[in-house]
């Protein structure tokens, strides 16, 4: 039984909604877009009634479906929702247009209306259309078609919508996040590998926790997870197709084995061996299972992640005194050290943009998140505090995911907060939860 169809199985048509009578159609000619923020910011007021129940018996998937793009919305920071309580206006038909005016009264400067309709077949029907209060246009409109319990999958998909119309960048909200779920006392933790959906819901465990796993990391194509597991012997690294349930072993290495994590064409792995007292990187070719090193240094090298194009790589090394992050290119070579700040830097990671690069950061008894440019420039900490670690981008690189461990009897949790350093939210988990990576849009 696979964990989860790919986008053209869970919609069977897609189709944009027209203008209706009473609204104009702004398709060609739109407002001025929100514009994305590096500091203070102000979030746009939204309205997002229920979702119209076009067939008896569905009223409840129409509030589940609002919610969720109401709670995705509200999450990114850039959007205010407003409190259906003062909603002047009652949505029974979206193929009219809203009375305008009852919207201002409200200050909502965009409207989110919608029906779900249950058809003959059994499949659902989710229809939606986004307008612009100020100028009376609809932004735009869609419909697609579903089996009923891929709702909330639909609901995310609205609302990366909803988000690109309005900000111009492509959302995020159809995406999952793999991470290490943690039960028990600390001192006999049992760590899981888990999957979950963005925003918490529809976890699933991938691994029963007899074995400890470590450092999950999703393929471009979000259908296999790499990840490092420590059994009865040395730690091995392996594949996890999240559709079939499958695994394999990637391959038996001599020494430790740490950080595996894919190539953008997905066709290699670059994880870091030790040997000795250090460690070195090294990239898999998975075809042909032939393994090339990329450094060979007294140092410790560990923590690689591609560039979005895979020309260049960086990691973490300590090959200058402690570690800090350095770039080279991805077949090897020289190297660049890129942070000079005080303290130490580790786990870097690039953003899908391709602008930044996320880092752990260590000094003065706390543990920073913070992110700068590729060159090293314009560094900026997101959040500081005890044990926060391992940064991973959402798909559109305009937030980070994180956790957090406070020490104590207690255990670590995942948060997200944008790269402007605003916005820090919980990730709710059914446990604990460490080591956190994002997938890309699922497809």
């Known amino acids: 039984m696979p964990f989860r169809l790919n986008r053209r199985q869970i919609i069977t048509g897609m189709a944009a909604l027209g203008a209706v009578a009473g609204g104009r159609n702004a398709f060609a000619q739109a407002p001025k877009r929100i514009p994305i923020p590096e500091g203070e910011f102000v979030p746009l007021p939204i309205a997002i009634p229920n979702f119209v129940a076009g067939t008896p018996g569905d009223a409840e998937v129409g509030v589940g479906v609002a919610q969720v793009i109401t709670n995705n919305l509200k999450r990114s920071g850039l959007f205010a929702p407003i409190d259906q309580a003062a909603h002047i206006e009652r949505v029974t038909n979206i193929d009219v247009a809203p009375q305008f005016q009852s919207w201002k009264q409200i200050?909502?400067?965009?409207?989110?209306?919608?029906?779900?309709?249950?058809?003959?077949?059994?499949?659902?029907?989710?229809?939606?259309?986004?307008?612009?209060?100020?100028?009376?246009?609809?932004?735009?409109?869609?419909?697609?078609?579903?089996?009923?319990?891929?709702?909330?999958?639909?609901?995310?998909?609205?609302?990366?919508?909803?988000?690109?119309?309005?900000?111009?960048?492509?959302?995020?909200?159809?995406?999952?996040?793999?991470?290490?779920?943690?039960?028990?006392?600390?001192?006999?933790?049992?760590?899981?590998?888990?999957?979950?959906?963005?925003?918490?819901?529809?976890?699933?465990?991938?691994?029963?926790?007899?074995?400890?796993?470590?450092?999950?990391?999703?393929?471009?194509?979000?259908?296999?997870?790499?990840?490092?597991?420590?059994?009865?012997?040395?730690?091995?690294?392996?594949?996890?197709?999240?559709?079939?349930?499958?695994?394999?072993?990637?391959?038996?290495?001599?020494?430790?084995?740490?950080?595996?994590?894919?190539?953008?064409d997905g066709q290699r792995i670059i994880m870091s061996l030790q040997q000795?007292?250090?460690?070195?990187?090294?990239?898999?070719?998975?075809?042909?299972?032939?393994?090339?090193?990329?450094?060979?240094?007294?140092?410790?090298?560990?923590?690689?992640?591609y560039s979005p194009d895979g020309s260049r790589i960086c990691f973490e090394s300590d090959r200058g005194g402690k570690p800090q992050i350095y770039v080279m290119p991805a077949t090897g070579g020289g190297a660049q050290r890129i942070s000079f700040g005080e303290g130490s830097y580790s786990t870097p990671v690039w953003s899908p943009r391709g602008d930044y690069i996320a880092f752990t950061k260590q000094g003065g008894g706390a543990f920073a998140i913070g992110i700068m440019k590729t060159d090293g420039s314009g560094e900026r900490i997101l959040t500081s505090g005890f044990h926060n670690e391992g940064p991973t981008f959402s798909p559109n690189g305009r937030v980070v995911m994180f956790f957090r461990d406070p020490g104590g009897s207690g255990g670590p949790s995942l948060y997200t907060v944008d790269i402007s350093g605003r916005n820090e939210l919980r990730v709710p988990t059914p446990g604990f939860a460490s080591d956190p990576a994002w997938s890309p849009l699922l497809s």
Do not use: C
Not at 203 to 219: K, M, N, Q
């Open 107 to 264: 200050n909502a400067q965009a409207l989110v209306t919608g029906r779900m309709t249950r058809q003959g077949d059994g499949r659902l029907k989710a229809e939606f259309r986004l307008w612009d209060i100020n100028t009376n246009q609809q932004l735009t409109g869609q419909q697609y078609f579903t089996s009923p319990e891929y709702w909330r999958r639909i609901a995310h998909i609205i609302s990366d919508q909803i988000y690109e119309r309005m900000t111009g960048e492509k959302g995020y909200f159809d995406s999952r996040v793999v991470f290490v779920d943690e039960t028990g006392s600390k001192e006999r933790r049992v760590k899981r590998l888990a999957l979950m959906d963005q925003d918490g819901a529809n976890v699933r465990y991938l691994t029963r926790g007899s074995d400890l796993v470590l450092t999950p990391r999703f393929s471009p194509s979000t259908q296999e997870i790499t990840y490092m597991e420590f059994g009865q012997g040395d730690p091995r690294v392996y594949l996890f197709n999240v559709e079939t349930g499958q695994r394999e072993i990637v391959g038996n290495f001599p020494g430790m084995s740490f950080s595996p994590r894919f190539s953008p």
């Open 276 to 305: 000795g007292g250090n460690s070195n990187l090294f990239v898999m070719d998975l075809r042909s299972k032939s393994t090339t090193r990329l450094t060979d240094t007294p140092a410790i090298d560990t923590s690689p992640s």
